[in-house]
């Protein structure tokens, strides 16, 4: 280890033990309780499970074409990977090993970033693998790139960094997959350099079993004309939470954040976004769903902040929550931080139930109340899902979110 | 018979809107109801085909000899009662054909028969979208989603089509629709016109009753049947207008 990334490492770790978990008096942390981790976990909750030697069973995502990465329990196996030529993909550890100085930079921890918190610290001090993934100049690969995670309960913190040189392309799957019993974290990091002209989408699918608690964080910087869309996607875990900070920090720089909570029981699904108009002439979309049943609890926060001297900031929020049951509860809030006043800053909120009309209209039909609410919910989380445009994960996460739900008669007909 | 309505009294949030209607329709029968805005004609529409909201203070409606305001607006369905709606709501990322599949289905398999298989199923909607000239793209597209004023009305005639009522309750289907689209639609009801089935136009203006000629037509106004005539009724009535009717009846 070379001497620089031993101080990172040794900083972060100070800092985390300064910090600790944040705690609900924290504001950006009020809707969400982390110390259930530590009672899951114990009071080392941060120390990493495995070393990735026993291999997971895999999961299918049938009918996607892509390279691969594997990963168990946040180590990284290139066994079960297939990786493109021509392009640097490297595991973190191999990279830390090899080349230490280059990780440097994408492992430091920034106290004073935004939502950063004694996790983001932990996950600098202690991630021990991920992906490192530079795709070069005007380059575009041929197939998505496939990050599968996959855990068996316990701890492991990973850290990924995409880089994509000027005009590069690149659609990337980030998959957390679990299907155990056991109690587990998951804390990723994920960091993403677009350059100028850069095309990125990006696939957040999180499918963790049932008592794993999963921190994930996105931090993406783009340069000018770069464009940036996420997917992500919350099914699994107990307690989730994701911070997505998007900086569109020169001219024309466009992002496009989706999402979609389909929670039952007592899951709890928290995301925090932020996006920073740093420079004229750029565009973000943001669009949320969540479907949420049971005892089930979302908690959107979706920060737009406008600096002074972006001028012709064009942005546009919605977050649209349907509760099917009097136990389900969301808490959501946009907020709005503008210094400068040539700005396009529109936004919607919608907390409900099912639409009466549209029931009495497909009742009308002939189609029994029970399955007319069944597809008024499933086509409400599928126009979220509409926007993906790769058709495989699209019915993926079709049969996953709707198979949590009480089940239609004919969901493939309807899916057609 | 199809339908007989005796005596029906109803309100919305404790407002009395119909009061005292009495209607009967026979098989096979087609009957205008025309009226001013807001004297309770798709507040009528709207209690056959069972949408809540509403309370039935007194009165009753039979129907097929059965007592119809105890049925769910599903089973109405599966009985053969259809409401083609003034304002089709739009119903985003349900598609319109698979609506139908489970519509038609569920009635189906409510009388016992065997359910349509995808092909069978495509092949009659496909019959049926020619009869109102209904471009087949609509037929993917989500529920009215997107739809213009007009499509949206030629498709509630297009699931008539395919539904095939008993009972069809076609609220103001004529507005929305330009010259030759009510052409179009007018002929598909036409073709749809059976001596066991029953059609109920809402309808402001005569211009649908020259393209389907009704056997009966009724005034509602204030929440009543006001008078009731043959064809020639519309006629007088483009003409003179709702306030004779008015003063007629409370002579
Ligand atoms: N859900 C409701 N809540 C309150 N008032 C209602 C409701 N539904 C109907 N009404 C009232 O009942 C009366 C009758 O309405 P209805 O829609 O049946 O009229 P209509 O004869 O179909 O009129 P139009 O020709 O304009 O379509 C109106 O005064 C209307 O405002
Ligand atoms: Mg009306």
């Known amino acids: 280890m070379s001497g620089s990334l031993q101080t990172l490492r040794q900083q972060a770790w100070q800092a985390f033990e300064e910090k600790g978990l944040p705690t609900t008096r924290d504001e950006d942390w009020k809707y969400t309780d982390l110390s259930r981790i530590q009672t899951l976990l114990g009071e080392q909750w941060w120390q990493p499970a495995g070393t990735g030697a026993v291999a997971i069973d895999m999961v299918e995502l049938p009918g996607l074409d892509a390279w691969r990465m594997v990963f168990n329990n946040g180590y990284f196996d290139p066994a079960r990977s297939e990786l493109p030529p021509g392009v640097t993909i490297t595991s973190l550890a191999s990279l830390m090993q090899d080349e230490p100085a280059k990780v440097v930079d994408l492992l430091a921890y920034q106290p004073d970033a935004p939502l950063s918190s004694g996790l983001t610290a932990a996950n600098s001090a202690l991630a021990a693998d991920g992906a490192c993934i530079c795709i070069p100049a005007n380059t575009r690969l041929d197939q998505p790139l496939y990050l599968l995670h996959l855990n068996s309960g316990g701890t492991a913190h990973l850290r990924t960094g995409i880089e994509l040189g000027p005009h590069a392309e690149l659609e990337v799957i980030e998959h957390f997959h679990g299907q155990h019993s056991e109690a587990g974290l998951t804390n990723s990091v994920t960091a993403i350099r677009l350059a100028a002209g850069a095309r990125c989408t990006h696939y957040r699918l999180q499918l963790e079993a049932a008592k794993q608690c999963h921190s994930g964080r996105v931090e993406v910087s783009q340069k000018a004309d770069s464009s940036y869309q996420l997917h992500a996607v919350e099914l699994g875990g107990m307690l989730s939470r994701c911070d997505v900070i998007s900086r569109l920090d020169e001219r024309g720089a466009s992002c496009e954040l989706g999402g979609l909570f389909v929670a039952t029981g007592r899951q709890h699904i928290d995301h925090h976004t932020r996006i920073e108009h740093n420079a004229p002439y750029c565009s973000s979309r943001e669009s949320y769903r969540s479907v949420l049943d049971g005892r089930s609890h979302g908690v959107f926060n979706g920060k737009i902040v406008v600096a002074k001297g972006a001028i012709k900031t064009d942005s546009a929020q919605n977050n649209a929550n349907l509760l099917l049951s009097p136990d389900a509860a969301v808490d959501t809030k946009p907020e709005l931080e503008i210094y400068h006043d040539d700005v396009k800053c529109a936004h919607g909120v919608t907390v409900g139930q099912l639409d009466k009309n549209q029931l009495f209209y497909l009742k009308s039909r002939g189609i029994a109340e029970e399955e007319a609410k069944q597809l008024l919910t499933v086509a409400f989380a599928d126009e979220q899902l509409a926007r993906m445009n790769n058709h495989s994960i699209r019915r993926f996460i079709e049969r996953a979110a709707f198979a949590k739900l009480p089940s239609i008669t004919d969901l493939e007909g309807m899916l057609v | ?251």
Do not use: C
């Open chain 2, 1 to 251: 018979m199809m339908i007989k309505i005796e005596n029906l009294h109803a309100s919305v949030d404790g407002k009395e809107i119909l009061k005292g209607i009495n209607l009967t329709i026979g098989a096979g029968e087609v009957h205008a109801i025309m009226g001013p805005n807001g004297s309770g004609k798709s507040t009528l529409s709207n209690i056959i085909a069972g949408r809540d909201g509403y309370t039935v203070t007194s009165g009753s409606i039979t129907y097929k000899g059965k007592n119809l305001l105890e049925m769910s607006p599903e089973q109405r369905s599966w009985e053969g009662i259809f409401l083609a709606f003034q304002y089709p709501v739009e119903i985003p990322g349900v598609n319109n054909t698979y609506l139908l599949k489970a519509g038609v289905n569920a009635r189906r398999k409510h009388h016992g028969e065997q359910e349509l298989d995808a092909m069978e199923f495509l092949q009659l909607v496909r019959e049926k979208a020619k009869l109102v000239e209904l471009d087949p793209s609509f037929l993917s597209r989500g529920v009215n989603e997107g739809f213009s004023g007009g499509e949206k009305k030629r498709n509630e005639i297009f699931q008539m089509a395919v539904l095939e009522p008993s009972l069809a309750l076609l609220d103001e289907t004529d507005s929305g629709l330009d010259i030759d689209a009510l052409r179009i639609v007018a002929g598909g009801v036409n073709k749809l016109r059976s001596s066991d089935r029953s059609i109920v136009m809402v309808t402001h203006y005569q211009r649908l009753l020259d393209y389907i000629v009704p056997d009966v037509v009724h005034v509602l106004a204030d929440g009543k049947i006001l008078k009731t005539g043959g064809k020639e009724l519309a006629l007088e009535l483009e003409e003179r207008g709702y306030d004779w009717v008015r003063q007629e009846a409370a002579a």
